[in-house]
């Protein structure tokens, strides 16, 4: 099994840990990939769901590790692999003045990548009929693990420390959606500011499309290097039913703010996140791909993780046959484009951890 199959079956199936607190800690709840631990294969660094139900399942079992760090992966008794943990960072031991522990305002994500959200509240999370049905934003603020609003201040205090400190190499700044016509690239844009002044770290906004398409240009001159704009689901009927409030944006939208977004960022330089197996044919999610690489937007297409305490959380995970069907063609189709996760200068494209698509690009060189 090559190291891209094997990627794609345990981000889909999970993982079983011999010992849960080995390595670095897990994540629970809160906006993006949660229920994960950061796991390194071969030279890849990659987020694994642990806390989920179809991890519990897992035929993939992760012993502890060894003195030298390295843990083997057995697959119904056989090893398949051997793996790392990234480290724990060094400045989640640090506290602001006021006493707010630095991993409550930004986390590590994968080894080296920055993330937060700056607003831990979200008009659609608050209303039942709106929200969106996989996301936990609220789940970290309720467990006391996170605070409300980062202010620009803090972001960049904790910004500056991770890269002296931990060798941060770029930062995600996503937000829930606020009140507001310009769908939190507002505050994308003062936080950025921030931290561009305080420290030279590429930086990837993500907010639904601004009404107005200058807030594009405007997020880009306060340092935002590259924007993800997710439209999480590719058709109608599924968007309605995962997502209601969210899909009150039509995708037609989404499209119009993209090409816009593209003339300002390059191509390649804005990216989507769309979650595979939430109901979604193969086939729809790489029609749509293929607009996406059109004009210039990179696919980001992951397998859907039910987190638990979700409205979604029993909801089955996708096959790793099911993800091999896109990520396959879709690795081409991005080369072919003209586009690769390595010329992404920050975020979730140029990650990579949740999802086995990078390692597909390779297939086909261009």
């Given at each position: 099994?090559?190291?891209?199959d094997?990627?794609?079956?345990?981000?889909?199936?999970?993982?079983?840990?011999?010992n849960?607190?080995?390595?670095?800690?897990?994540?629970?709840?809160?906006?993006?990939?949660?229920?994960?631990?950061?796991?390194i294969?071969?030279?890849?660094?990659?987020?694994?769901?642990?806390?989920?139900?179809?991890?519990?399942?897992?035929?993939?079992?992760?012993?502890?590790?060894?003195?030298?760090?390295?843990s083997?992966?057995l697959?119904?008794?056989?090893?398949?692999?051997?793996?790392?943990?990234?480290?724990?960072?060094?400045?989640?031991?640090?506290?602001?003045?006021?006493?707010?522990p630095?991993?409550?305002?930004?986390?590590?994500?994968?080894?080296?990548?920055?993330?937060?959200?700056?607003?831990?509240?979200?008009?659609?999370?608050?209303?039942?009929?709106?929200?969106?049905?996989?996301?936990?934003?609220?789940?970290?603020?309720?467990?006391?693990?996170?605070?409300?609003?980062?202010?620009?201040e803090?972001?960049?205090?904790?910004?500056?420390?991770?890269?002296?400190?931990d060798?941060?190499?770029?930062?995600?700044?996503?937000?829930?959606?606020?009140?507001?016509?310009?769908?939190?690239?507002?505050?994308?844009?003062?936080?950025?500011?921030?931290?561009?002044?305080?420290?030279?770290?590429?930086?990837?906004?993500?907010?639904?499309p601004?009404?107005?398409?200058?807030?594009?240009?405007?997020?880009?001159?306060?340092?935002?290097?590259?924007l993800?704009?997710?439209i999480?689901?590719?058709?109608?009927?599924?968007?309605?039913r995962?997502?209601?409030?969210?899909?009150?944006?039509?995708?037609?939208?989404?499209?119009?703010?993209?090409?816009?977004?593209?003339?300002?960022?390059?191509?390649?330089?804005?990216?989507?996140?769309?979650?595979?197996?939430?109901?979604?044919?193969?086939?729809?999610?790489?029609?749509?791909?293929?607009?996406?690489?059109?004009?210039?937007?990179?696919?980001?297409?992951?397998?859907?993780?039910?987190?638990?305490?979700?409205?979604?959380?029993?909801?089955?995970?996708?096959?790793?046959?099911?993800m091999?069907?896109?990520?396959?063609?879709?690795?081409?189709m991005?080369?072919a484009?003209?586009?690769?996760?390595?010329?992404?200068?920050?975020?979730?494209?140029?990650?990579?951890?949740?999802?086995?698509?990078?390692?597909?690009?390779?297939?086909?060189?261009?």
């Open positions: 099994m090559s190291n891209s094997l990627i794609n079956e345990m981000q889909t199936r999970g993982v079983r840990l011999i849960p607190r080995a390595g670095h800690e897990s994540r629970r709840g809160g906006a993006g990939p949660s229920d994960h631990k950061a796991v294969v071969g030279d890849k660094t990659v987020m694994i769901p642990v806390h989920t139900a179809p991890a519990f399942e897992s035929p993939f079992v992760v012993g502890e590790p060894d003195a030298a760090g390295v083997r992966v697959r119904d008794g056989a090893e398949v692999a051997e793996v790392r943990f990234p480290g724990r960072p060094r400045f989640y031991d640090l506290k602001t003045a006021d006493g707010i630095y991993s409550h305002i930004a986390t590590l994500h994968s080894r080296n990548v920055l993330a937060t959200t700056v607003l831990q509240t979200c008009i659609r999370y608050e209303s039942r009929k709106k929200t969106c049905q996989f996301c936990a934003i609220g789940q970290s603020l309720s467990a006391g693990r996170t605070i409300a609003h980062k202010t620009p803090q972001l960049a205090e904790v910004a500056k420390a991770a890269v002296e400190l060798g941060i190499e770029h930062m995600v700044l996503t937000t829930g959606t606020p009140p507001g016509s310009d769908r939190g690239a507002a505050v994308l844009a003062e936080s950025a500011r921030a931290i561009k002044a305080a420290v030279n770290l590429p930086i990837q906004g993500q907010c639904e601004p009404d107005d398409d200058a807030w594009h240009q405007r997020m880009a001159d306060a340092g935002i290097d590259t993800g704009m997710h999480e689901a590719v058709t109608p009927e599924v968007r309605a995962i997502m209601p409030g969210k899909a009150s944006v039509p995708l037609s939208k989404y499209f119009s703010s993209f090409e816009a977004a593209v003339k300002v960022f390059g191509r390649g330089q804005v990216s989507t996140y769309i979650l595979a197996g939430l109901g979604d044919s193969a086939e729809a999610i790489l029609e749509i791909s293929q607009k996406l690489c059109a004009i210039g937007v990179y696919p980001f297409v992951v397998p859907f993780v039910p987190i638990s305490g979700t409205p979604l959380e029993s909801h089955p995970a996708p096959s790793a046959a099911f091999a069907s896109i990520l396959r063609p879709l690795g081409e991005i080369v484009a003209g586009m690769r996760s390595e010329e992404i200068k920050a975020g979730c494209g140029r990650c990579g951890a949740c999802s086995a698509l990078s390692t597909y690009e390779k297939f086909k060189v261009a």
